[in-house]
């Protein structure tokens, strides 16, 4: 993507992290103001385009722990990107008696079909449903404590 996050139909390494693959998870650290993250990750070993994806294993994209509260998130799909947004960008007011959430406030974890694919000859096939065919993935959350 360009600055004001446009997709450019190109794929690049992310400038601020290291390859990884199944074998080698990838660790990042989020602190209170960084990392800043809104990207699209294009997951190692991607299939071939496809606009059902349930028959493909479901692979685990993410596992997100915080130390402190003990709680564990996996997120796991079939589908072959995610995005991940830091929530940098949050900030609702507070309204009556519902509370407001401000920047980094939370995550997003979001699996998903590559961006700009319906302007990628390559990649059309992951998102252009034709008469007849069925749209499908298998996406889930899992979250638990540890001691």
Not at 51 to 70: G, Q
Not at 88 to 116: K, Q, T, W, Y
Not at 117 to 143: H, I
Request: glycine fraction near 8%.
């Amino acid at each position: 993507m360009d600055k004001d996050k446009i997709p450019t139909g190109t794929t690049s390494v992310h400038p601020n992290l290291r390859l990884f693959t199944s074998a080698i998870p990838l660790a990042v650290t989020l602190g209170e103001t960084s990392p800043v993250f809104d990207e699209c990750f294009i997951l190692p070993e991607m299939s071939e385009a496809q606009i059902d994806t349930r028959n493909l294993p479901v692979r685990e994209f993410a596992h997100v722990f915080n130390e402190e509260s003990r709680v564990n998130l996996s997120a796991a799909s079939t589908e072959p990107t995610f995005q991940f947004y830091t929530g940098d960008g949050v900030n609702i007011p507070s309204s009556g008696e519902a509370n407001g959430f401000g920047s980094r406030a939370g995550l997003c974890l979001e699996a998903g079909r590559p961006i700009n694919a319906v302007n990628d000859p390559n990649a059309r096939k992951w998102v252009v449903l034709k008469k007849g065919e069925v749209y499908g993935s298998y996406t889930s959350y899992t979250v638990w404590t540890s001691t």
